[in-house]
């Protein structure tokens, strides 16, 4: 089981970035998504994540109307869409993989598979 985050940069307030994140050694249809950030200092935290099977999302409060995630099954990725960007939204971004049903935000359910991480710069 391996996942490869891409699509990190830097970006201006305002601006929009997709991510990417591929997989091998399994389908989505088995496992659940999430996608995390972390900022120097900080913890890591849960933004969005896709459910294995039926694909239920869920966002934090900060990712609700501006981040949307979606899934490629034949491309075995998963995509994170995120517009309006913040000074707060800078961070290295992770994905992870479990076969926790329904997916979540909380680093603990993904206790194995995570991809290397891709930066995200948000500034003026």
């Known amino acids: 089981v391996q996942l490869q985050a891409s699509g990190g940069g830097l970006v201006q307030p305002g601006g929009s970035l997709r991510l990417s994140c591929v997989v091998s050694?399994?389908?989505?249809?088995?496992?659940?998504i999430g996608w995390f950030r972390q900022a120097p200092g900080k913890e890591r935290e849960g933004v969005s994540c896709?459910?294995?099977?039926?694909?239920?999302?869920i966002y934090s409060d900060s990712a609700k109307g501006r981040f949307t995630i979606s899934r490629d099954m034949a491309a075995l990725t998963v995509y994170l869409q995120m517009n309006d960007l913040k000074l707060g939204d800078s961070g290295v971004y992770y994905c992870a993989a479990e076969q926790v049903y329904p997916c979540t935000l909380s680093a603990d359910s993904y206790p194995y598979y995570w991809g290397q991480g891709t930066q995200v710069t948000v500034s003026s």
């Open positions: 050694g399994f389908t989505l249809d088995y496992y659940s």
């Open positions: 896709v459910s294995r099977n039926d694909g239920r999302v």
